[in-house]
């Protein structure tokens, strides 16, 4: 059974710290290395938000963000233990979200499009409180 399973979320105050983690397995993920790995995020009453990727190794492992976690947040990948993991400092309040996990292959000008990712998991909530 293909799984991607997210921890890590939390409350936490204005300008601290989290860091999310993503467990893959299952048979698909036996090539791990070469699925680009992707956040997201989504409050209620609007659509999944593009937060930060980081491609396969077919593209080195390239990391991409959104503009507004750029500097601020950080992709990393263990394709050892199929663990990717997204370190968030100086957290917002506008932050506050369910994260999301997604294993895919897009190429390279389409990253952000979330319908081109095969696997999800079932969130983590983030609260960042003022």
């Known amino acids: 059974q293909v799984q991607l399973v997210e921890s890590g979320g939390g409350l936490v105050q204005a300008g601290g710290s989290l860091r999310l983690s993503c467990a893959a397995s299952?048979?698909?993920?036996?090539?791990?290395?070469?699925?680009?790995m992707g956040w997201f995020r989504q409050v209620p009453g609007k659509g999944q938000e593009f937060v930060a990727v980081?491609?396969?190794?077919?593209?080195?492992?390239?990391?991409h963000y959104a503009d507004f976690v750029r500097g601020r947040f950080s992709i990393s990948r263990d394709n050892a233990e199929k663990m990717v993991y997204l370190q968030m400092d100086s957290l917002r309040p506008e932050d506050t979200a369910v994260y999301f996990c997604?294993?895919?292959?897009?190429?390279?000008?389409?990253?952000?499009?979330?319908?081109?990712?095969?696997?999800w998991g079932q969130g983590t909530q983030v609260t960042v409180s003022s």
């Open positions: 299952g048979h698909t993920f036996s090539t791990f290395s070469r699925f680009t």
């Open positions: 980081i491609r396969g190794s077919e593209g080195d492992y390239s990391q």
């Open positions: 997604a294993a895919g292959t897009p190429i390279l000008s389409q990253l952000t499009e979330n319908s081109l990712y095969l696997f």
